[in-house]
């Protein structure tokens, strides 16, 4: 059967009303945990987008983001601390320097393909966090807390309102989106995929499989550790077993493949559903303590992939199809 | 005055205990159609693999217009402007057609829309731009040789690899891969057509090189490889080459 591919791609006017809504959306719902939920949804949307340009648009399954968050969130606390360097200079440090270590760490694995790369990547993310749990230099188990300052978008701090917070996570996820939008048309966006769809053939054509890998890996790293630096400034702490706990690698994986890999919407659908999902169940059913909200969550994803394996992104691709063909 | 474009000295391939080429030694001249013909598992793709680096070379060289390229990389040695296709197709499945020769369009255009004139252009030549917006994992096998050839076209090559990429046509398409070949011929571009249907390459090719076993039995053109003793024992077996 051929298949005839018609450009459906996520139609721009819906990106636009959804960033219309975003930028009002703490004015209209004032509510603290609301507030917060929408904090987390751009933070994993930050995240999965990352994640995405390496599993979804080069085909390097990442199962150990949380390895490149927890170098982000460590390096800026470290940076903050120490030295006193600006928050927002040490954000931008720290992804430059888990960029680095991505393309360090990146380039024994790389030469892997499919599951052998992701397991690699769990390891990689296991080695990240018992090497911080001992590191005595970077407060080992107990990490690193920083003094609270004067709120104030040069300290990076605020204390009588979520919405700088807000604000900040949010001009990130527009970043990394308008990254992804480029990508998609560039040379190096189909380098990317070319790569994803037969290693092969990519080199038979020219490109530079290493370089390009290790290029997918340091973009994401980048970006993944802007989110962990963000969540330093957020909670003003760091420990090992917080910022590199597996259970974020999982989740912004989970956020990108629910939503659909390989488009820009995907990771964003992904987060505006999984998100708020996991945590309104754990806040109506999670003080029960007996896990009764992670069975839930967890049973809804299950069911969510079975009747739509292409992802929240197929599903939409169904509903507009369905549109066009019943006006 | 011909010139070599490609030559192989005393090339060896072992696949741990197998020996795939041994002591393999050829030249190709500048503008010709070689066929490369032998025997199932006589090594023939290995000999591609090993000329265009997707597999190292145990000893031995390969020079390209006088420069070593002995092991490198395939993506370099396509950007010298040696291409190939492969026996098992390898396209871009999820990508469309187009997409597929975009890709190796890169090699010259930076820009998306440069590529996809490009693409356009060598779709057109391989015949298959009727499919440009299609999905190429979904198209007939035949389609899928010609997205190959158009593939490896758009990257420019002066030396052009197939690996049997008439395999499977009916006789009209290959007619027309003939005719493409003969085309590519005219443009300059010299070729190595790996091919297991005889009578689709014998009449167009310069000259005729003969691998069985890894080894080069006979080299000449098709008319004195195909008197050759050897040849005829290696493709009919001992029995016939006795009765003749
Ligand atoms: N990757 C490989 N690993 C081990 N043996 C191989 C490999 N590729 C080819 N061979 C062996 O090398 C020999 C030559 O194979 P090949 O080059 O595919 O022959 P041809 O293309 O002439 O049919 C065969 O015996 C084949 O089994
Ligand atoms: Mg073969």
Not at chain 1, 85 to 105: C, D, R
Not at chain 1, 114 to 127: D, H, K, L, P
Not at chain 1, 293 to 302: E, V
Not at chain 2, 14 to 21: E, S, V
Request: charged content about 15%; overall charge positive.
């Amino acid at each position: 059967m051929m298949e005839l591919v018609r450009h459906r791609r996520f139609p721009m006017f819906v990106l636009g009303i959804g960033l219309l809504i975003a930028l009002i959306f703490p004015w209209i719902v004032q509510d603290r945990f609301a507030q917060n939920t929408a904090i987390f949804v751009l933070m994993y949307g930050l995240m999965a987008q990352a994640w995405n340009i390496m599993g979804g648009y080069t085909g390097l399954i990442s199962v150990g983001q949380v390895a490149y968050f927890g170098i982000g969130a460590y390096t800026s606390a470290f940076l903050y601390t120490h030295f006193g360097i600006n928050p927002w200079i040490a954000l931008l440090i720290g992804g430059l320097i888990t960029a680095m270590f991505g393309v360090v760490a990146g380039y024994p694995v790389s030469k892997l393909r499919g599951r052998y790369f992701s397991i690699a990547t769990i390891a990689m993310a296991e080695v990240m966090r018992i090497s911080f749990s001992n590191w005595e230099y970077v407060g080992a188990a107990r990490g690193i807390q920083l003094p609270i300052e004067k709120e104030s978008l040069l300290t990076f701090q605020f204390h009588s309102s979520r919405l700088p917070y807000y604000y900040i996570i949010l001009f990130l996820f527009i970043i990394v989106n308008l990254v992804v939008y480029f990508l998609e048309r560039s040379r190096t966006g189909y380098y990317f995929r070319a790569i994803r769809d037969n290693e092969e053939a990519a080199a038979g054509l020219g490109i530079n499989r290493s370089f390009y890998k290790l290029l997918s890996i340091a973009i994401s790293a980048f970006f993944t550790a802007l989110a962990g630096s963000f969540l330093t400034q957020f909670s003003l702490y760091v420990e090992p077993d917080y910022v590199f706990a597996s259970s974020i690698s999982i989740t912004v994986a989970m956020v990108a493949v629910l939503g659909g890999i390989g488009s820009l919407g995907g990771p964003i659908l992904g987060a505006l559903v999984l998100i708020p999902l996991s945590e309104y169940t754990r806040a109506w059913l999670g003080k029960q303590g007996q896990g009764l909200d992670l069975m839930l969550y967890g049973a809804l994803i299950i069911i969510f992939c079975i009747l739509e394996p292409k992802g929240l992104m197929g599903l939409w691709k169904r509903i507009s199809a369905k549109k066009r063909t019943n006006p | 005055m011909n010139t070599a474009i490609l030559q192989v000295e005393d090339l060896y391939k072992d696949f741990g205990g197998l020996r795939a080429l041994s002591g393999v030694s050829f030249t190709l001249e500048e503008g010709e159609i070689t066929a490369l013909i032998g025997p199932n598992g006589a090594g023939k793709t290995t000999l591609f693999n090993c000329i265009t680096g997707f597999t190292p070379v145990t000893k031995g060289r390969i020079l390209y217009r006088g420069k070593d390229i002995t092991n490198w990389p395939p993506h370099k040695v396509v950007r010298h402007g040696l291409a190939r296709t492969f026996q098992v197709v390898q396209i871009l499945d999820d990508m469309t057609v187009e997409e597929n020769v975009m890709v190796g369009a890169f090699l010259h255009e930076k820009t998306v829309q440069g590529a996809r004139v490009l693409a356009r252009q060598a779709l057109k030549q391989s015949g298959i731009d009727h499919y440009t917006e299609h999905l190429a994992g979904s198209l007939p096998i035949p389609a899928k040789k010609r997205l190959e050839i158009a593939m490896a076209l758009v990257t420019r090559p002066a030396l052009l690899m197939l690996d049997e990429a008439m395999a499977g046509l009916t006789p009209t398409e290959f007619r027309d891969v003939q005719e493409l070949i003969l085309n590519l011929k005219k443009e300059g571009v010299t070729l190595v057509v790996v091919e297991h249907v005889m009578e689709a390459i014998m009449p167009i090719c310069d000259r005729v090189l003969v691998l069985n076993l890894g080894t080069l039995i006979a080299q000449g053109t098709a008319k004195e490889v195909a008197e050759n003793p050897d040849v005829i024992k290696a493709y009919l077996g001992d029995k016939y080459a006795r009765n003749r």
